[in-house]
């Protein structure tokens, strides 16, 4: 940045270089400032955004917690004599619920309201309840998409198909969701299923991991786990 001489300032506005600098940098961020609230006035999707985070934003994630809810007393029935009576009482079951409650609130994928309601439901089982990082876990399938969801657990049913660990569930190339998603998307979920540790890929021949398995069956709920190949 040129700064104008002392003798200049002092001659031109009758300031002190320090004076002139500061009234130099005040006026910078004026400027900026009047800029961006001309943006914002002008621009469509400031006008969008500013519309969504008012009431009707408020309203539309109080009903994904009210249907979030429902879904939970409407499976619960499924597993009232598998539930673990202590964990459900702790904190850590507590956290694990509002936890799941603050993602679901805000995923704008209404579809996976039902995986976060079957989280909740497993994880309150003897069967789940012991099991390990589980902030991981919903971690990670809260960031996925319908289509990996499709795709994991397409992965995960040929897997229990071929039942032989020593054989590859598929290979890379292959697109199992044919007719589903096109090539492109599916090979942008397989990448983001390999480096999210769901799936495994060994030169092209790709095998569905342990934590994997544990995703899917978290997200099925009770009479889905129950009927599984």
Do not use: P
Not at 175 to 200: A, H, P, Q, V
């Amino acid at each position: 940045m040129n700064y104008k001489s002392e003798i200049e300032v002092m001659v031109n506005t009758g300031l002190s270089l320090e004076e002139s600098n500061n009234l130099y940098n005040e006026t910078i961020i004026f400027a900026k400032n009047l800029f961006f609230e001309f943006i914002k006035s002008k621009s469509l999707i400031f006008k969008c955004i500013d519309k969504q985070r008012k009431d009707k934003h408020q309203a539309i994630e109080k009903a994904r917690i009210d249907n979030l809810v429902v879904m939970i007393n409407e499976q619960q029935i499924h597993i009232e004599n598998k539930i673990d009576l202590n964990f459900i009482c702790s904190e850590e079951f507590v956290r694990i619920v509002l936890n799941i409650f603050e993602k679901a609130k805000i995923d704008y994928r209404e579809e996976k309201l039902k995986y976060y309601a079957n989280i909740i439901l497993n994880y309150s089982t003897i069967e789940f309840s012991k099991d390990f990082y589980k902030e991981g876990i919903i971690e990670s399938i809260s960031k996925l998409s319908m289509e990996h969801i499709l795709v994991l657990d397409t992965i995960y049913i040929k897997h229990l198909e071929i039942n032989d660990e020593k054989i590859r569930d598929f290979e890379e190339q292959d697109n199992l969701c044919e007719g589903k998603i096109d090539m492109n998307t599916w090979e942008i979920c397989i990448n983001t299923l390999y480096s999210d540790g769901f799936i495994r890929n060994t030169l092209g021949n790709c095998t569905i991991t342990n934590y994997g398995i544990k995703c899917i069956d978290l997200i099925k709920n009770y009479e889905d786990f129950k009927t599984k190949v």
